[in-house]
């Protein structure tokens, strides 16, 4: 079986979750079959993949317009393909064309959703309208959805009905516990350098996040949250990649105040490397992810592969991955049902998200004992040999007419 796997990212350029999904399937799934896969941003010297830059012609036009014409090029080259498997809307046009035009049964891995993300439209302007097409032709003319957890799934059934609920699937995103995981031994004095020359007290209570600027993290409510945390609770910002320009000084101008009124505030804008990322994580008392919209939430599983619990908000895929008093702390929300995600009452998600935060790094013990909870969950639950069979499940069903 030849399966090409079509993505906007692939190393070395990974913005987010679905890029890190894509390289750890590849590496899964060529012990098993045939892959290659099909990639934006340029040519690439690994065997089996395929980069492409955007045509010259669409250099000036609408980001949208850019990622079409690459799905284009993609869909004329997956010819001889037993399995077509595109990720995110970047590459679902590509996919769709391309299973029509060589006749290949095209599977499409759902990481978000476009109707629920409508702040897009800040980043796309009109581009927005053309992903949401794309999006909604691919997935109504896949042979088969995969959902990353069963709250996406629901996602999936309510913004777009008319699929066949037997063609959605749920298998879960991975991890890649090998990579992930606490340093020992010597690793452990040179993990201590990188988190104090990144300007972190590795001796303070410390909660980190880590994550894009964009609207669905929920960035801004944790920075409201930081200024209840007590004063000994350090805040270890790794983000970056702001979706726009008014996101980006939004955050920036709040991060600014925020260290202007306590100490312990960093902010690391660059995407640190993975041993770094670990050291960083390792280094610290408890794991947030604020996110209003989160299908399943990859960062999630690598702070929980670190040892650390997670405080999450209760939604989307979150409740699937943190179990709610063992391996962290689920925040409630209840959410306008208006696509956007935003709280119904977002003072009062800022007072929950802070007093969870605080419950947590101010009980080192129990922090640590839901640590230790947490790596065996992802051990358990979502490693990634036991995800690369589950989505062979779904190729073979698909190409056995099931």
């Not at 990974?14 to 340029?42: K, T």
């Not at 929920?218 to 805040?235: I, K």
Request: glycine share 10%; hydrophobic share 45%; with cysteine.
């Amino acid at each position: 079986m030849r399966v090409d796997l079509l993505t906007r990212e692939y190393p070395p350029h990974v913005y987010g979750g679905a890029g890190v999904h894509v390289a750890e399937l590849s590496a899964v799934l060529r012990s098993r079959v045939e892959v290659r896969v099909r990639c934006f941003e340029g040519a690439r010297a690994e065997a089996g993949v395929h980069g492409y830059d955007a045509p010259a012609e669409l250099a000036d036009h609408n980001a949208a317009l850019r990622t079409f014409g690459v799905d284009l090029l993609m869909a004329g080259d997956v010819a001889g393909a037993d399995i077509v498997h595109s990720h995110t809307w970047y590459a679902n046009l590509a996919g769709h064309l391309g299973g029509l035009l060589h006749g290949v049964p095209h599977v499409v891995s759902a990481h978000s959703l476009e109707p629920l993300r409508p702040w897009k439209a800040e980043q796309l302007g009109g581009g927005y309208a053309l992903s949401g097409w794309a999006e909604r032709t691919a997935y109504l003319g896949a042979a088969a959805v995969i959902a990353v957890s069963a709250g996406m799934r629901a996602d999936i059934l309510r913004c777009y009905p008319e699929i066949d609920p037997d063609k959605v699937h749920v298998v879960h995103n991975g991890i890649d516990l090998a990579g992930w995981r606490r340093p020992e031994g010597d690793a452990v004095a040179r993990a201590d350098e990188v988190v104090r020359r990144l300007g972190i007290d590795p001796d303070r209570p410390t909660v980190v996040f880590v994550g894009r600027i964009t609207r669905q993290k929920g960035l801004p409510y944790l920075l409201r949250a930081a200024a209840e945390l007590p004063p000994d609770v350090q805040l270890v910002l790794c983000a970056g990649a702001p979706d726009t320009p008014e996101i980006a000084t939004e955050v920036s101008t709040r991060v600014a105040e925020l260290q202007t009124e306590r100490g312990g505030v960093v902010w690391i804008e660059q995407m640190l490397p993975r041993d770094e990322l670990v050291a960083v994580l390792s280094a610290a008392t408890v794991f947030v992810c604020p996110s209003v919209y989160e299908p399943l939430g990859i960062v999630n599983l690598e702070a929980m592969a670190c040892g650390l619990p997670v405080v999450g908000t209760a939604t989307g895929g979150i409740p699937e991955v943190v179990d709610d008093g063992v391996t962290g702390l689920l925040v409630p929300i209840e959410q306008v049902q208006d696509g956007t995600g935003t709280p119904v009452d977002p003072d009062r998600f800022v007072r929950d998200l802070a007093a969870t935060l605080t419950e947590l790094a101010t009980d080192p013990e129990r922090a640590a004992e839901m640590g230790r909870a947490a790596r065996r969950r992802v051990e358990d639950h979502f490693a990634w040999d036991a995800i690369g069979d589950r989505t062979l499940e779904v190729y073979r069903s698909v190409l056995d007419g099931g």
